[in-house]
């Protein structure tokens, strides 16, 4: 059994085909991108109305199939940018229609988590799912997710766009941020934990007022907000394996693809005798093979459930 994937919450359109067994034949993306402002949602949808037959024609290609070998098309129905959701559920609608098959609405936060999850053949993990909008530190407990902490108020990886945009880094900064971090020295920003959840809005308008007020440079700016913001979500996440005794922690989202973030979270893991996980760069961000493998998942239970823009990983 195959099954097709389509990914369009945020800035990438992608379409994924995976087995049944989570084997991924393809996986292709195409993502917005803009010098100047971040993400402009109608500029985000005309981008993935533009781009998605040729993405989709890329995944058939490169999974050497044609639709007669798709049983299934997945999409992401939520959480995200309410224009992007219904761009991406419009496609599928019309590619489910003229190619008779069944469509399968699936939430993006547990496609995250499913395809980190079976990529490493790991049977329960403590997750913690960082991108640009979500930053949740979750676990699977009695058949549901739970959410043992998360962000009040902004997502990592978006805080670190804003700041990037503050700085002139351009859209998506996070990869551009960490570069410039690898030559800057450390200055206190505040650290905002509360109880399991963090806060980053603080630590962004800190960071701002020190920039314009020309006190530091960009290099040292970019390694404090990295530095500071890592390790609240380390020490968090610490506290949810030391209380639920979980031995394996799996880093699933964009910002997962941060190298000073994975080995602060390893060393953590090795220090209380546990093993760290994450998934290769592309599958970190959002792709359409995520959401073909929680398709398969969810094959028996989903169905053509349109958009859910607020649906939480907790929901489910
Ligand atoms: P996602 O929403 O899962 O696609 O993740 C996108 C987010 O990941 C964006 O906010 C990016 O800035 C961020 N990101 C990507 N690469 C890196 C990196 N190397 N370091 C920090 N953040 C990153
Ligand atoms: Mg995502």
Redo the contacts with the bound molecule.
Sequence with gaps: MNILGIEST???FGVGIVTDTGKILSNVTDSYTSDAAGMIPDKVVVHHNTVAEKVLLNALDNAKVDWNDVDFIAYSAGPGLDPCLWAGYHKAKEWAQKYRKTLIGVNHCAA?LSIGKVYNALQNPCYLYV????TQIIVFEDGKYRVLGETLDI?L??M??KF?RIIGLGF????E??KLAKNGTYVELPYVVKGMDVSFSGILTRAQQLFEQKKMTKEDLCFSVQETCFAMLTEVVERAMAHTGKKELLLV???G???R?CEMLNIMCKERGATFYKVPMDL???QGAMIAWEGFLRKDESGDIEVRPHWRVDDI
């Design positions: 945020a800035h990438t995250h991108s640009g909008v979500n997502g990886g978006n670190l766009d990037g998506p900064a996070g990869p941020l960490e989202g964009g910002v693809a941060n190298k973030f970190a961000g959002d």
